[in-house]
């Protein structure tokens, strides 16, 4: 971290007043003393601290990218700042703008949070023993001991602010990354600015883009970072060999081979430690570069086209977990952008003619998915999906034939899937006048902007002697239109005319949020990529939903959650206060005639208030955390709060749902939540609970 960013991190004067009186006078007259007398125990925390390390998997594994000297220059660090923590002379700012500094190094090299709060318990626990066998009376242990905690919670909070400082960075690099090449058309614009992109990441020293010539010789046909060029001029003059893609080949073994070969993104975690970097070793070493990552740029058949090999400054860089959500969305937003200007979707010209010529014909045939609502369990609204229906074949998905249409295509689906959405709805109205339901339909990215669209909806709407409130058009996400103005005038047009505007997708991109806050809309869809993502870390899809609820909420726009397929999603999407729901657990998408049959027969398959599934009650205690952490400053209805039963209780008093263990934990995360949320026995436990919650709901799914 740069001292220049440190300081734009730095807490109000307010915050370092809370720790002042740990870096008084006073204690510097009680640790004068006593600082000389540990240096022998700082050097034997050292040690023990490592050996303690080396037995856990994920610390061991950053450990074992060093080499000898780099693992002494860390002991040695480590010993100076146990030092700097017992040091009298120093100021909460000066500490806490170190602490900045070591934490930053610390998640660049992959050490994560859990990581770093273990490693404080040890601290905690070793200074607790200096204190022990320091000599000093036992009121100024009391004194020096407070203090010095106090100094542990400064140096640990400053570390998780440079955690989330790097994440925020990562995000703010990816959306730049993002920005840079989605209004570009043409390849070598598509490189130069992706490339200088990437190269812009914090931790990130090079990059480059490389395509397979005849002979399998991956030629760099673009760089970015500040030693890109360098080091592509050391590949082309082979003093270091070029990558190639055979197997057989030396060069051909490193991540940008294997990468190739596999299609899957390759880490090479130390140049030091791994042989088969060997032939780029020396150069790696003149450039800096400690570790690397070769990305394969995928089509849409999820073949290998190019690859994108980045390189970092810091052993392990590109290992550490939210590292590797990065380099996805580097290589998806790369790929997307490449094949933009390179080339579309390869579809034959018979089959394109095939599709085109049912569109002609008419042949859409429209398929409705049910969306409930949540609270009440009642049928709201109808999502309308188009699908070709061409002879001999079966229902053609969009994915399939919408990249062989243009503009005009997509105007004819587009106009005739609202004819057949209105022929439906006069029909459900006169099966049941008092079901007065919209349907959505979703309008291409350019409907917004384009007449056509506008005097289709109306005209249809007309003829069909239909009012306009039965119309919901769905927005997907995509970049903007470039006649904002315009944009704006016809969604007021539409949302006067009472035709509901609801933005899809909404999580799928930073620019989504921009999106809800700067385009009026009546609802959004959060992205089902979002519910997808509950197998790998349900706690975490869980937060994004909260979250993005909440926000939406404050906007005054209401929020419907794609992708319920099971119960356990159903109970958390309603526990976390989503308005609407919709997935396959709810009903798969059917033909208009089973629309009604269906809505007859549905019940809502949960109780909000009475969780049965693991998924629902960790959402439960999830917003039983955060309702712990508004009574921080109101000791006593938090501690009444925290006696209550939870929705995490009620779940367990379900037959059969009963788990001691997991009973046991939550029991004692209520006793430690009484002693204080932020302590570091309620995180542990904190977790604790999570994890056990989540791998239930897991074994509940199978």
Not at 142 to 150: C, K, P, V
Not at 208 to 217: K, N, T, V, W
Not at 402 to 426: E, I, K, S
Request: glycine share 6%.
């Amino acid at each position: 971290m740069k001292e220049s960013a440190a300081q734009e991190t730095m807490p109000t004067p307010e915050y370092f007043a809370d720790f002042a009186s740990s870096y008084s006078e006073e204690i510097d007259q009680l640790l004068r003393p006593f600082h000389e007398r540990v240096n022998e125990a700082v050097q034997d925390f050292v040690d023990t601290f490592y050996a303690h390390l080396s037995n856990r998997a994920e610390s061991s594994a950053i450990l074992a990218r060093l080499n000898p000297e780099e693992l002494k220059h860390l002991k040695s660090r480590q010993a100076q700042h146990l030092h700097f923590l017992l040091a009298a002379g120093t100021t909460p700012q000066e500490h806490f703008k170190r602490a900045l500094l070591v934490g930053w190094a610390h998640t660049l090299v992959g050490v994560s949070l859990p990581m770093m709060m273990e490693a404080y318990h040890l601290y905690h626990r070793k200074i607790k023993q200096f204190l022990e066998f320091a000599g000093v009376e036992i009121q100024q242990r009391e004194r020096l001991g407070g203090a010095l905690d106090q100094r542990l919670q400064l140096d640990i909070e400053a570390q998780i602010v440079s955690y989330v400082q790097f994440e925020a960075s990562v995000a703010s690099h990816l959306t730049a990354l993002d920005e840079a090449i989605q209004e570009v058309n043409n390849l070598a614009d598509v490189l130069r600015h992706g490339l200088h992109a990437v190269g812009s990441f914090d931790g990130i020293l090079a990059c480059l883009f490389l395509r397979p010539d005849a002979q399998g010789l991956m030629q760099i046909e673009a760089e970015g970072g500040q030693e890109g060029q360098a080091y592509a001029e050391a590949l082309q003059t082979q003093r270091a060999p070029l990558f190639q893609i055979q197997k057989e080949a030396k060069a051909g073994r490193g991540p940008a081979g294997r990468a190739w070969r596999t299609g899957q993104i390759q880490i090479n975690s130390s140049y030091e430690k791994e042989e088969r970097m060997d032939p780029w070793r020396e150069e790696a070493k003149m450039r800096g570069f400690r570790s690397s990552a070769a990305v394969p740029l995928l089509d849409e058949s999820g073949q290998v086209f190019a690859i994108l090999s980045l390189y970092s400054g810091w052993a392990g860089f590109f290992g550490a977990a939210s590292r590797k959500a990065m380099l996805q969305h580097i290589q998806q937003a790369m790929s997307h952008a490449v094949l933009r200007s390179e080339r579309t979707t390869v579809i034959s010209t018979a089959l394109r003619r095939t599709y085109l010529q049912c569109l002609d014909h008419g042949a859409v045939q429209m398929l409705y998915q049910p969306i409930v609502d949540l609270r009440t369990g009642k049928l709201d609204s109808i999502e309308a999906l188009a699908r070709l229906s061409c002879p001999g074949q079966s229902l053609i998905e969009p994915a399939a034939f919408l990249p062989a249409f243009g503009d005009a295509a997509l105007l004819r689906l587009f106009q005739l899937g609202l004819d057949q959405v209105c022929l439906d709805t006069r029909m459900w109205r006169e099966q049941n006048p008092q079901l007065k339901l919209p349907v959505g339909l979703n309008l291409p990215p350019n409907g917004l902007t384009q007449e056509a669209y506008r005097d289709s909806v109306f005209e249809v709407l007309t003829r069909w002697e239909l009012p306009a409130s039965i119309l919901k058009l769905e927005m997907l996400e995509t970049k903007e239109s470039l006649d904002i103005a315009k944009r704006d005038l016809r969604i007021a047009e539409f949302r006067q005319a009472g035709i509901q505007i609801e933005q899809d997708d909404l999580g799928s991109g930073y620019s989504s949020l921009l999106r809800m806050d700067q385009v009026p809309c009546d609802r959004v869809k959060i992205d089902q990529a979002l519910l997808r993502s509950t197998l790998n870390r349900p706690v975490r899809a869980l937060v994004f939903i909260y979250h993005l609820t909440m926000l939406a909420h404050d906007c005054g726009v209401q929020v419907t959650v794609e992708g319920l397929d099971d119960d356990g999603l159903i109970e958390a999407a309603a526990i976390l206060d989503a308005d609407h729901g919709q997935g396959y657990a709810i009903a798969h998408p059917m033909p208009v005639q089973e629309v009604m049959p269906w809505n007859q027969a549905w019940s809502l398959p949960i109780d909000p208030a009475r969780p049965r599934t693991a998924l629902g009650a960790l959402a439960g205690y999830l917003l039983w955390d955060r309702k712990l952490a508004m009574l921080t400053d109101s000791p006593d209805r938090a501690a009444d709060f925290i006696k209550e039963p939870s929705l995490v209780h009620r779940y367990l008093d379900h037959p059969g749902k009963f788990d001691s263990n997991l009973s046991m934990i939550l029991e004692r995360t209520q006793i430690v939540a009484l002693r204080g949320q932020k302590s570091l026995k309620y995180t542990q436990l904190r977790q604790e609970l999570i994890e056990q919650l989540s791998a239930t709901w897991l074994q509940e799914r199978n």
